[in-house]
């Protein structure tokens, strides 16, 4: 059964950082397009960041480069979301999407609250 499953989202102040997971499993991780969207209210769903499959090229959103790091390890069938020096605007909730050409996959969320 493919599962994704993230956790790490919470409530931070400005400034501070979180680390996003996402936990793959039920199909071959290591042949799929990782990106981690978010979607907050008022606004469409946005992709933020993105990593190829092999882990050799990142893509960002001009609004998050500088502060956001995406990484996976194969092996584990793990991505990962580095976010740094937070901001109000951050505030949504993020999701992270396996796909491929004729295959995609979605977890269900969790919530980032950048609030002081």
């Known amino acids: 059964q493919v599962q994704l499953v993230e956790s790490g989202g919470g409530l931070v102040q400005p400034g501070g950082s979180l680390r996003l997971s996402c936990a793959a499993s039920?199909?071959?991780?290591?042949?799929?397009?990782m990106r981690w969207y978010r979607q907050t209210p008022g606004k469409e769903r946005e992709s933020v960041a993105v990593?190829?499959?092999?882990?050799?090229?990142?893509t960002y959103t001009d609004s998050v480069k500088g502060r956001f790091t995406i990484s996976r390890d194969n092996a584990k069938n793990t991505a990962l979301l580095q976010i740094n020096n937070l901001k109000p605007e951050d505030t949504a909730v993020y999701y992270c999407?396996?796909?491929?050409?004729?295959?995609?996959?979605w977890g269900q969320g969790t919530q980032v609250t950048v609030s002081s």
């Open positions: 999407n396996a796909g491929r050409e004729l295959a995609g996959y």
């Open positions: 039920g199909f071959t991780f290591s042949a799929y397009y």
């Open positions: 990593i190829s499959p092999t882990g050799g090229t990142t």
